[in-house]
């Protein structure tokens, strides 16, 4: 079993930064495929970014370019940095873990229970 838990969500200006932080723990991470989604109030989950074990990385549409995914397997943590961020942004963005490096939530099998981010001014 991997229990997963987010950080590094809160309220930041548009044009800002945030760093998301995904700890794991229970099993290594390093066999996993992780990503993150994200959750805006009344719209369905959406895919954001994927990497694999070995760092292949996987954008969803519209996020390569301000979204940059990492991991440290040695820290069992992936990281989400998000740059020029936008009120459209806002949402409660989720990590997760799973065997294939997919855009599907369907074939993640451990999820974490979700950090707020709000852009807005």
């Known amino acids: 079993q991997v229990h997963l838990v987010e950080s590094g969500g809160g309220l930041v200006q548009p044009g800002g930064s945030l760093r998301l932080s995904c700890a794991a723990t229970?099993?290594?991470?390093?066999?996993?495929?992780m990503a993150w989604f994200r959750q805006a109030a009344g719209k369905e989950r959406e895919f954001v970014v994927a990497?694999?074990?070995?760092?292949?990385?996987y954008y969803g549409d519209s996020f390569t370019g301000r979204f940059t995914i990492s991991r440290d397997n040695a820290k069992n943590s992936v990281y989400l940095q998000m740059n020029s961020l936008k009120p459209e942004d806002t949402a409660v963005y989720y990590c997760?873990?799973?065997?294939?490096?997919?855009?599907?939530?369907?074939?993640?099998?451990?999820w974490g229970q979700g950090t707020q981010v709000t852009v807005s001014s």
């Open positions: 229970g099993r290594t991470l390093s066999n996993y495929a």
């Open positions: 990497i694999g074990w070995n760092g292949g990385v």
């Open positions: 997760a873990a799973g065997g294939v490096v997919v855009g599907e939530a369907k074939y993640y099998d451990y």
